[in-house]
């Protein structure tokens, strides 16, 4: 049960790491439209929560089996304060996007999917590490 619980939390992280790179990627692509990019970027936003909710469930699921986080150190815990700063910071550009696209001028708005691509990509390879390395 513990392996299936894992499982699963694995899954909706796997889905929220395309929602968070696939969505910010295709909306830097020139053809797409203001509405879709206003589309993309609630994809992203759920994408940086799905992110969030089941890095606190891999905990959880840790905490639940075995009455303990699990114990990271060094480079692991490097790569989990990477993954966390940039969903915060994920989250962060995703509401002021949603808040103020409108207004906001053109370079303004690519620069937050520039930021939202690296963010994403950054957080995909920190996770890389934090697997390897705990």
Same mark, same amino acid.
């Given at each position: ?20 790179? %696939? ?6 692509? #020139? %053809?797409?439209?203001?509405? *879709? ?5 609630? &994809? ?7 992110? +969030?909710?089941?890095? +606190? %469930? ?8 075995? !009455?303990?986080?699990? !114990?990271?150190? !060094? ?16 989250? #962060? ?7 103020? #696209?409108?207004?906001?001028? +053109? ?7 520039? &930021?939202?691509?690296?963010? %994403?990509?950054?957080? *995909? ?8 390395? #705990?």
């Amino acid at each position: 049960m513990e392996n299936l619980n894992y499982a699963v939390v694995q899954v909706v992280h796997n889905f929220g790491a395309v929602a968070v790179v %696939g969505g910010a990627v295709c909306a830097l692509y #020139s %053809g797409a439209t203001a509405a *879709l990019r206003h589309k993309l970027a609630w &994809l992203v936003g759920f994408g940086w929560a799905a992110q +969030i909710i089941s890095g +606190i %469930g891999f905990a959880a699921v840790s905490y639940y089996y075995y !009455d303990q986080f699990p !114990d990271i150190h !060094d480079i692991a815990m490097a790569a989990l304060l990477i993954k966390m700063l940039c969903a915060a910071f994920g989250v #962060s550009l995703v509401i002021i996007y949603l808040r103020y #696209s409108a207004t906001l001028a +053109i370079e303004r708005r690519h620069l937050i999917w520039l &930021l939202l691509a690296a963010l %994403g990509i950054t957080a *995909l390879t920190a996770a890389a590490f934090l697997r390897w390395f #705990s």
